[in-house]
């Protein structure tokens, strides 16, 4: 499994960026796929998560109401929409995708590499 992560840089706060995660090596239809954050001196946190089939979806309550997690299964490509961004959003922001019907903290099988996030004030 690769995950391949892009779309990270440095923005204002209220701004909005999109993240990339583009995936290969995996059956699709079996996974979940979401990110992760970590943020200077904190553990890594969950954020999104999306179930490739069924295209459920779940959010940490941080994000709730600006972030959208989607995917592209032509591109097989899960992408997060970041809006209303803060300075609190300021993190490496992982891809990771688990052959479960819902990503967690307690079940990721792969990781991407990070990319970062910085909101400036």
């Known amino acids: 499994v690769q995950l391949q992560a892009s779309g990270g840089g440095l923005v204002e706060a209220g701004d909005s960026l999109r993240l990339s995660c583009a995936a290969s090596g995996l059956t699709f239809s079996r996974y979940s796929l979401g990110w992760f954050r970590q943020a200077p001196g904190k553990e890594r946190e969950f954020v999104a998560r999306i179930n490739w089939l069924t295209v459920s979806t779940g959010y940490a309550d941080s994000v709730k109401g600006r972030f959208t997690i989607s995917r592209d299964k032509d591109k097989n490509t899960v992408y997060l929409q970041m809006n209303s961004l803060k300075p609190e959003d300021t993190a490496v922001y992982y891809c990771?995708?688990?052959?479960?019907?819902?990503?967690?903290?307690?079940?990721?099988?792969?990781w991407g590499q990070g990319t970062l996030v910085t909101v400036s004030s």
């Open positions: 990771a995708a688990a052959q479960v019907a819902r990503l967690s903290n307690d079940a990721v099988d792969s």
